[in-house]
């Protein structure tokens, strides 16, 4: 059996998988974990980039992820009457301030001698600085938020369409990226997964904590479909062309709506990825794509042959970031709503990573293959679960306190699952389902 | 009298909080720090594996508690923590035998072994949420206060009062003893020893007849000693509640980085400067600066340079201004 042959089918049985939960359970949860899937596998392609091509041990894909759907509100959501004139003008002051207080911090720090005082201009700088930014930002913020905070109190957005706003969300991305990379790269693979995990972890802070940039906590609810290719269910029950098209397959209105909608998303995210694939097979196959996995084996040989590698390093960082970014994005306009109290490292970074593993990190076939059967997995482990604590604790009297427990606690089998397939992969196969080749 | 009110705030909402936490700080980055040093790799799993000890010493207080076993005065957790310990050593050293052991056989790179440990902390994690579930768990009885500030008002007459938790004070005398009997342990024993020269130099210590087996299995022992210990008593001070944990890998690891990886007095000094200015920067300061600025310049705010939410950011913060200037750490540890 050749290796496109065989990795054909592996993609076939992973199709085949979710055709059969279309069958045997619904099409809606189907069609739900090819819309995740596609999302997932979009970010794995970021990682795969990073990790597969330049060996860059990324575990902030949270965070980028959640600056895309940041992005999203910030394109797509209608402006908040009066936010900007109260305040939005001042907070953006009070940011470049602070910008600018780092900036000169930085600078002191590279072009005067070292000794005591630089040290005390540096200091004083960022204590000058901060107190005028805290006393700018703060009655700014103050004012955002007084206004009509319970379904506003944010800067809202720019009421763009909100395909643009997936772009938007990798620039946004991008940008985090390039800031981070600048500061974190060049240190060794654990610190930069150190640098990242925090870094991810401030921006989701942020996001929960600043309610003026997108109500925190309070979430943002409706955000705008792409459409005319995403309907509204309740538009398309009134339609009589589509109660028509129902009809001849045999579907009754609600169904098909629903149905409609999300086959709406599930072309957009197949477009976006078939885009994404065909950019990143390319960049494998470039003269780019072997000097990147030339630094990623030897980073002394490859310098030796006069290749910048922070440099590219950087640049692979920032674009890996800018595709998560994108999936983020992408994921908060099928969610339709921002929440960043959902936002959790196990299920955004780590779970993304096993995806990466388990496919075959360096190829980025094995990369989407692997995200497409884990979301799978990560789905259904569920239910598996609970059957299996059924089938265990069928023996066991009602009503026993452990059969409660087991039966209780199969909910929570899904990450134990996942770290074992994970070790499982690493130590039989570790190159992957699709090795790199 | 101002400036004594102004030092008894400080020390009630700044020391004392600063102080236990930084203790549950070290000890955890002592874990990483060892585990670093011997097995050369940053281990995601040691909040995890925290959260596991702590979820033994929970199950087994809840027992002793059923039995009408009790400590007097101090919780109960503390009889309970040698169980704990014992069932983590055992969690650690089947987990070394059957997952970590084979890529140290094939030495395989840190990165792998630390992708490895992102497998291990999923299979942890999973496990206790699977058996104590994802909720938040009360298991700290006995005394609540040393100190309590009503007492300590009567008692000096001040206006601030100083309240310490038993917790916080069982915090800093297990952590010292703990800390003691490591050091104990890696400078005066042979077994110690050994360890520290696998540490230095790996070659050599195997050219001198030390077997790296029983020294892993060392380090694994104590590095599950520590971590169930910083666990109990971190679920003892706040509460017990496994995503907390996963979360304090993020301090654990600034503490350990900022001392210097590899290196066991780093990582103490490294859990009190993160503790100390993550409580400092977070605290509202408007208390203590009120007592001592001159009458009519009282602050109008509350002088809190952030908000609690961004606790992270501050170790993160210090983790890479430490990280740029002095890449190896405070103290000399072994990264480069």
Request: charged letters at 10%; proline letters at 4%; one cysteine or more.
């Amino acid at each position: 059996m050749t290796d496109s042959v065989k990795n054909t089918l592996l993609f076939v049985v992973v199709g085949g998988l979710i055709l059969l939960t279309g069958f045997t359970q619904s099409w809606n949860s189907a069609i739900l974990i090819l819309n995740m899937g596609l999302i997932s596998a979009i970010m794995s392609i970021g990682v795969n980039l990073q990790w597969g091509f330049a060996g860059l041990f990324n575990v902030g894909v949270m965070g980028f992820v959640a600056l895309g759907g940041l992005a999203v509100v910030l394109v797509s959501t209608p402006p908040t009457p009066g936010a900007w004139s109260s305040g939005g003008y001042g907070v953006i002051l009070a940011l470049l301030l602070g910008a600018a207080t780092v900036v000169s911090a930085v600078i002191v720090a590279q072009k005067l001698p070292k000794g005591r005082v630089q040290t005390l201009t540096i200091v004083g700088i960022l204590l000058v600085g901060f107190f005028v930014y805290r006393g700018i930002f703060d009655p700014n913020v103050s004012a955002i938020e007084a206004i009509d905070p319970a379904v506003a109190g944010n800067i809202g957005g720019l009421n763009l369409p909100v395909l643009l706003a997936w772009p938007a969300g990798g620039l946004l991305a991008a940008g985090a990226a390039w800031l981070i990379g600048k500061t974190a790269l060049g240190l060794r693979s654990d610190y930069l997964a150190i640098a990242t995990l925090g870094i991810a972890e401030i921006i989701i802070a942020v996001m929960k904590n600043e309610d003026w940039l997108a109500r925190g906590v309070k979430n943002v609810y409706g955000i705008p479909r792409p459409s005319p290719v995403v309907g509204y269910e309740v538009e398309l029950q009134k339609d009589p062309a589509f109660l028509a098209r129902a009809e001849w397959f045999g579907l009754d209105p609600v169904t098909a709506s629903t149905l409609s909608v999300k086959l709406g998303y599930s072309l957009l995210f197949f477009i976006v990825l078939l885009v994404l694939l065909w950019m990143a097979q390319m960049a494998l196959k470039s003269p780019w794509g072997r000097m990147m996995r030339a630094i990623r084996d030897n980073e002394v040989a490859a310098e030796a042959m006069g290749k910048d590698v922070t440099r590219r390093h950087l640049q692979i960082f920032v674009l890996g970031s800018a595709i998560c970014g994108i999936a983020g994005a992408m994921m908060t306009t099928l969610d339709g709503q921002l929440t960043p109290g959902t936002y959790n490292p196990l299920r955004f970074t780590f779970l993304v990573w096993v995806m990466v593993i388990v496919g075959g990190s360096g190829n980025n076939f094995g990369a989407v293959l692997g995200a497409f059967l884990i979301w799978f997995l990560w789905v259904q482990v569920e239910p598996i679960g609970l059957w299996l604590m059924n089938v265990i604790t069928t023996g066991m009297p009602d009503g026993s306190a452990l059969k409660d427990h087991l039966i209780n606690s199969a909910a929570h089998m899904r990450l134990f699952t996942m770290g074992l397939i994970l070790l499982i992969v690493l130590r039989f196969s570790p190159r992957g389902l699709i090795p790199e080749k | 009298m101002d400036l004594l009110n102004a030092l008894v705030a400080l020390a009630n909402f700044v020391i004392v909080p600063a102080v236990a936490y930084g203790s549950q700080l070290a000890l955890g980055a002592l874990g990483v720090t060892l585990i670093y040093g011997i097995l050369r790799f940053s281990n995601f799993a040691h909040g995890d594996t925290m959260a596991f000890g702590a979820m033994i010493a929970v199950l087994v207080t809840w027992g002793l508690q059923a039995a009408g076993v009790s400590f007097g005065p101090l919780p109960t957790a503390l009889l309970a923590l040698p169980f704990a310990i014992l069932g983590c050593i055992i969690l650690v050293l089947v987990t070394d035998k059957l997952v970590y052991r084979f890529y140290r056989e094939q030495k395989a790179k840190p990165v792998i072994l630390v992708i490895v440990s992102m497998g291990v902390m999923f299979i942890m994690n999973g496990l206790v949420r699977f058996i104590i579930g994802p909720d938040d768990q009360r298991f700290s009885d006995g005394a609540r206060f040393i100190v309590s500030a009503r007492e300590f008002k009567a008692m000096t007459g001040l206006r601030e009062g100083l309240a310490i938790k038993t917790s916080q004070g069982i915090t800093v005398i297990v952590a010292v003893v703990a800390v003691v009997l490591l050091f104990w342990f890696l400078n005066k024993t042979r077994t110690g020893k050994s360890m520290r020269a696998y540490s230095d130099n790996e070659d050599l210590a195997l050219l001198s007849g030390i077997n790296p087996e029983r020294v892993v299995m060392i380090t694994w022992i104590i590095v599950a000693a520590l971590a169930t210990t910083a666990g109990v008593l971190y679920g003892l001070d706040k509460s017990f509640k496994p995503f907390v944990y996963f979360q304090l890998l993020l301090p654990i690891f600034a503490s350990a980085i900022v001392g210097g990886l590899g290196n066991p007095l780093g990582a103490i000094a490294g859990g009190f400067i993160i503790a100390f200015s993550e409580v400092t920067i977070t605290y509202a300061w408007k208390k203590v600066l009120t007592y001592l600025a001159p009458e009519n310049l009282e602050p109008s705010g509350l002088v809190q340079f952030l908000s609690t939410d961004y606790k992270f950011a501050v170790s993160f913060a210090i983790l890479l201004i430490v990280l740029l200037f002095k890449p190896t750490g405070l103290f000399k540890g072994k990264a480069v």
